[in-house]
Every structure is written in structure tokens, then in C-alpha cells.
T-cell receptor, first 112, second 114 residues
Framework: DAKTTQPNSMESNEEEPVHLPCNHS???????IHWYRQLPSQGPEYVIH???SNVNNRMASLAIAEDRKSSTLILHRATLRDAAVYYC?????????????FGGGTRLMVKP | DTGVSQDPRHKITKRGQNVTFRCDPI?????LYWYRQTLGQGPEFLTY????????KSRLLSDRFSAERPKGSFSTLEIQRTEQGDSAMYLC????????????FGEGSRLTVL
């Protein structure tokens, strides 16, 4: 399976935008890009996913590079509640069971 | 709350004892997953059910681990003869078959083996 690379940690100020990068240079043409986050003492929760085009939902935006070798999760206004570990995951289209392979993720710290 | 629920939330046991965790998925979801997460690491896939059929098992699932989903609803994960290395958070997730990849996770069952 293709691998993702994320910074171990990032810091942000409250109410400012946050851009969380993910490199996936070995991505295949049929790999979906998924983002999950894990708040302290909770299970992971789905944030967003995309294939080629940028995506927006109520939680975040996903910007996908034209060559698909990298992507960026954008939180438009960070709140203290957004402090979590963010995981960038590639899911092959032929992964019929939808199993996800998590890496180490990026720990986001939000300062008031 | 109609999310994924797991029980117990915390379990402390002595090495060599057997433990069992239960997961109740979201009611209309026919897929159920077990993951294990150790401190500072991302979750690792253990096994996956579609209805009552166990379709995939990770190499991480040693002979001491067994998972069941007898009626295609709740699932149990049993660990026999626990070892200190089994100490981890055991996470359950569910999804509908038509899902494009969104898994819904429970809050996990934390196991401490003394």
C-alpha cells in the first residue's frame, strides 16, 4: 500500500486557519485520500475524503495537488476543540472491505 | 446516543488471564472492524466482519486472539492468556456496506495487563 508522510506535530493559534500537510508521492491513480482525527481519549472520527478534486464539508476543506502527490487539510478557524491527532490515510479503490491503514499522524496543538 | 458502543471502557487484568471486549455497532451497519492502538501510535487493523462472516484478519491477530460476530450484530474480541504486550486501546468501528470509506469508531476499551 502507498505510504503517507505527515509532520509529527504542529501548533496553531485559536481562530486562525490551519493547514495540515500530507505527502503521498507513491499514490496510485485509484487511491482515495482520507483524513481522520482523534481527540484525546476518543476513537478516531472521519473528517473528509477526496480523489482528485478539492472537497469542502462542514468540518474542513481538502486541497489535493494536481499531481496528487500531496494534499492539505484546511481548518478555516481553529478552535481549542480542534486539538487532536490528524491522520492522512490512502484507501485503494479495490479495498472492498474499507480497511484503513493509519500512520502516526500529526498532533495539532491549538493555543488560546 | 446511537453511535458505536464498547464495553468495558477500562479493564485491568493480571498476566495470564482471559479478557473479553464487546462492541455494539451502529444498528444498520453490516461491517464491523477491530483495531488496536498503543500509546503514541496510530490504530492498527486487527480484523473485519461483514455481517457474521470474518473476512479479513491481520497478522497481528495471534492465536490467543479470537473475534466473533455470531448474529451479525454485536461482536466480541477475546484475548486468552494475556501478556503485558497486549496492553493497548482496543477500538471497534462500523460502517455500512455502501460506504466510501467512512468508518464510525467507538471510544475504545483500554486494557492494562499487570
Amino acid at each position: 500500500d502507498a505510504k503517507t508522510t505527515q509532520p509529527n506535530s504542529m501548533e496553531s493559534n485559536e481562530e486562525e486557519p490551519v493547514h495540515l500537510p500530507c505527502n503521498h508521492s507513491t499514490i496510485s491513480g485509484t487511491d482515495y485520500i482520507h483524513w481522520y482525527r482523534q481527540l484525546p481519549s476518543q476513537g478516531p472520527e472521519y473528517v473528509i475524503h477526496g480523489l482528485t478534486s478539492n472537497v469542502n464539508n462542514r468540518m474542513a476543506s481538502l486541497a489535493i495537488a494536481e499531481d496528487r502527490k500531496s494534499s492539505t487539510l484546511i481548518l478555516h478557524r481553529a478552535t481549542l476543540r480542534d486539538a487532536a491527532v490528524y491522520y492522512c490515510i490512502l484507501r485503494p479503490l479495490n479495498n472492498a472491505g474499507n480497511m484503513l491503514t493509519f500512520g502516526g499522524g500529526t498532533r495539532l496543538m491549538v493555543k488560546p | 446516543d446511537t453511535g458505536v458502543s464498547q464495553d468495558p471502557r477500562h479493564k485491568i487484568t493480571k498476566r495470564g488471564q482471559n479478557v473479553t471486549f464487546r462492541c455494539d455497532p451502529i444498528s444498520e451497519h453490516n461491517r464491523l472492524y477491530w483495531y488496536r492502538q498503543t500509546l503514541g501510535q496510530g490504530p492498527e487493523f486487527l480484523t473485519y466482519f461483514q455481517n457474521e462472516a470474518q473476512l479479513e484478519k491481520s497478522r497481528l491477530l495471534s492465536d490467543r486472539f479470537s473475534a466473533e460476530r455470531p448474529k451479525g450484530s454485536f461482536s466480541t474480541l477475546e484475548i486468552q492468556r494475556t501478556e503485558q504486550g497486549d496492553s493497548a486501546m482496543y477500538l471497534c468501528a462500523s460502517s455500512p456496506q455502501t460506504s466510501t470509506g467512512e468508518l464510525f469508531f467507538g471510544e475504545g476499551s483500554r486494557l492494562t495487563v499487570l
